[in-house]
Each structure stands twice: as structure tokens, then as C-alpha cells.
């Protein structure tokens, strides 16, 4: 029978509602498919900020590396807001972790639930069936390359003044661009085998490198997997006019910032959305959203995309593909039986199929 060791990091506002119905789901998976599930818990965010000074503190470092995976709900909330730069903020707690456990892959799914279709702005039709990941590089490319910005060229600016000139830097290496490569040949093996890698090859060099690399490894190491090239000003269209054609799309940090938010309305409910971070080390999962603190206390939180981010941990740092699937089969079937939280409610939901976090957590699990 194997055994699992997961780290726990709640952190603020709705965290702690939200990761209770994960850890109940990743239970009921456990029982059945004879796999144990150990839970260290820890602090981040706001809370540690309170209990330790530091938003992520040596502790939970310390836990995380030792774990397998890294569950995380959200931290953050107005108790911690300020605009002096010296002062630790939560959101940092999560830059960090995310450097110190070695994160260069963003995976973000789009998967579309049918039954929530008229939450999409898009027609039925076009996103009926939707069900693709975006690969997102995340620790190289322009966000993280050399910037400046000079006051040296007299009279250009208004008045005469001295005009400005700034500079960013997009830059890669080639063991970046083959690791996140993999990463995405990886996925689309357990998924639909299909890769679309986006890059803006007509133009930028960093991008014509992209290209040959992803090719490179394509050919020697994944063969068996169908790889398209796509600029990145088509994908943007693409996304929107026929999304069903995406599989497994990969490209570089800032067009993969752009994308995901793009890719992610289709679904049109933010409670809905999962994420994992990779590195070569350990993973770490988490609902796209927030912490929430407006419905924070109040057991209305959708816990969905935190459940559905325990879906990618089984999936992709233990191997249990079939498991991961069963949760996305049960959270299907509680929502085809039209039952909501409230932020997926809509006028036609009767008052009796509107339910609180953990009643949606129970009935995803009787669904398991
Ligand atoms: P948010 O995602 O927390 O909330 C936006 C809106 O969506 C709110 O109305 C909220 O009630 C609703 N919402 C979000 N998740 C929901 C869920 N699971 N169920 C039902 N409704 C849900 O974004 P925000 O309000 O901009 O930020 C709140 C705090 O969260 C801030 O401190 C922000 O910095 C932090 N934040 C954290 C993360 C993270 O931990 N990864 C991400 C984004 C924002």
C-alpha cells in the first residue's frame, strides 16, 4: 500500500474552510484506491506574518521540502494590506515558496463543466467540451530580465524636459526552455497527446530559439506526441474562436500570464480553477483564486477549485491519473444534479440546491 506525505498550508480568509474540503476528498480517494495520505500543517501567509513575523517562515520551508506535495489554499486579506515597503506582506510568503521549492512550471486547466456553460460569455457551442492546460514558463523571460529606465535624451520629453527611455529585458537559456518543454510533453502524455507551443517566432530571437528547442526535444524524447507551432497573436484568437482544438499549450512567462487569464474566462467562474506549480522537486497545488475575505467565516465558499487542484496532485506528483479523473467525474455529477454554491448560482437554481462548502465537499465525496 503506498503512503503520501502531504504538506498542508491553509493560510488566510476562506484557506482553512476551502483545504478542509480538499483533505476530506483526498481521504475519501485514499479509501479507495488503498493509498495513505499523511498531513503535516503549517503556516504561511498573513497567519504566519501574525504568529512569526515572517509571511513564510523556516518551519514551513522546512515542511514543505519534506513533504511530497504541497497542498495551499490562499493567504492575504486586508489585515495585512500596506503600502509600506518594509513591512512583510502574505503575498510574499508565496514568491518564496515558490522560488525556494525550484517552481519554473505554471499549470493552469480549463476544463468546462457543461452544466455551468451559461456562466461563459462564449457561445455553448464553442466551449462545450473545453478541456485544455496551459504551460506556463514561470521564472524566466521578461519579468525577470535585466530592467532600467534613463533620463537622457534632452528636449524629447514635454516642455523640453529630459525624455525618458526604459528597458526590459526578454531573455532565456536553453535548459530553461527544454525543462518546461518536457513539462508540457509530459502532461499531454496523460492527457490527449497533443502540444501547441506558442511563441512569436516571426519576430523575436529568444523566440526562434523556443522554437528549435522545443522541436529538439520533441523529436529525440517525445515522438509520440503531436507538437504545433502557434504564434502567439493567432493564439489569442484561436483561444476564443475554437478552444476544443487545444490539448496542451505551452509557451513562455509573460504570453503564458496573458493566455491563462484569457483561456481562464472561458469558464467565466473564478471559483472553478485550479493551478500546480512544478519544479524537479517537490509540487505545489492551488486554486487560482484568492482568500476571499469578503465571505471569509461564513461556510459559502465554493471549495471546488481547491478540490479540483487535489485532482492535479494525484495526477502529477503520484501517478494516480485514474483517481484524479474520479474527482472530476464526481464534482461533474454534483453539478449535472444542479447543485451550487453561490457564486456558481444562478436565477434558475432553486433556493434547495444552493449549499455551503461543506455540504459541497460531502456531496462530491458521496459522489466518489
Ligand atoms: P479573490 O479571488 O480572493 O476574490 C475575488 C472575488 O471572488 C470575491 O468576491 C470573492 O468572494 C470571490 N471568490 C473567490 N474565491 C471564491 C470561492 N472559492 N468561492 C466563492 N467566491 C469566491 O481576489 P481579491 O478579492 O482580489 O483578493 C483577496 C485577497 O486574496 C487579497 O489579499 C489578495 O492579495 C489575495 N490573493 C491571494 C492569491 C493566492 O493566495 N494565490 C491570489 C489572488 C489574490
Not at 129 to 142: A, C, F, K, M, N
Not at 340 to 361: H, L, N, S, Y
Request: with cysteine.
Amino acid at each position: 500500500m503506498s503512503e503520501f506525505n502531504v504538506c498542508l498550508l491553509a493560510g488566510d480568509g476562506i484557506g482553512p474552510e476551502i483545504i478542509a474540503e480538499g483533505v476530506k476528498v483526498l481521504n475519501a480517494v485514499g479509501e479507495k484506491y488503498g493509498t495513505t495520505f499523511k498531513y503535516t500543517e503549517a503556516l504561511i501567509g498573513g497567519c504566519a506574518i501574525d504568529a512569526t513575523g515572517s509571511p513564510l517562515p523556516e518551519q514551513t520551508l522546512e515542511a514543505a521540502k519534506a513533504s511530497d506535495a504541497v497542498l495551499l489554499a490562499a493567504v492575504g486579506g486586508p489585515k495585512w494590506d500596506t503600502t509600506d515597503s518594509t513591512k512583510p506582506r502574505p503575498e510574499q510568503g508565496l514568491l518564496a515558496i515558490r522560488k525556494e521549492l525550484g517552481l519554473y512550471t505554471n499549470l493552469r486547466p480549463v476544463q468546462i463543466f457543461n452544466a455551468l456553460a451559461g456562466a461563459s460569455t462564449l457561445k455553448p457551442e464553442v466551449i462545450d467540451g473545453v478541456d485544455l492546460v496551459i504551460v506556463r514558463e514561470l521564472t524566466g523571460g521578461l519579468y525577470f530580465g535585466q530592467r532600467n529606465r534613463y533620463y537622457d535624451e534632452p528636449g524629447a520629453g514635454a516642455n523640453g524636459a529630459p525624455g525618458q527611455r526604459a528597458v526590459d529585458t526578454l531573455e532565456y537559456r536553453e535548459y530553461e526552455v527544454e525543462r518546461i518543454a518536457r513539462q508540457a510533453f509530459e502532461a499531454a502524455r496523460t492527457r490527449r497527446g497533443r502540444v501547441h507551443s506558442i511563441d512569436k517566432a516571426n519576430v523575436l530571437d529568444t523566440s526562434r530559439m523556443w522554437r528549435e528547442v522545443v522541436h529538439r526535444i520533441h523529436d529525440q524524447e517525445y515522438p509520440d506526441v503531436e507538437l504545433i507551432d502557434m504564434l502567439v497573436d493567432n493564439t489569442a484568437m484561436q483561444l476564443i474562436n475554437w478552444p476544443k482544438q487545444f490539448d496542451v499549450v505551452v509557451t513562455e512567462n509573460m504570453f503564458g500570464d496573458i493566455l491563462s487569464d484569457e483561456a481562464a474566462q472561458i469558464t467565466g467562474s473564478l471559483g472553478m480553477l485550479a493551478s500546480a506549480s512544478l519544479g524537479d522537486g517537490v509540487s505545489l497545488y492551488e486554486p487560482s483564486h484568492g482568500s476571499a475575505p469578503d465571505i471569509a467565516g461564513k461556510g459559502i465558499a465554493n471549495p471546488i477549485a481547491q478540490i479540483l487542484s487535489v485532482g492535479m496532485m494525484l495526477q502529477y506528483s503520484f501517478g494516480m491519473t485514474e483517481a484524479a479523473a474520479d474527482i472530476t467525474r464526481a464534482i461533474t455529477e454534483v453539478l449535472d444534479e444542479g447543485w451550487r454554491t453561490g457564486d456558481i448560482k444562478d436565477d434558475t437554481t432553486p433556493a434547495e440546491k444552493v449549499v455551503g462548502t461543506v455540504q459541497m465537499g460531502d456531496l462530491i465525496v458521496s459522489h466518489l
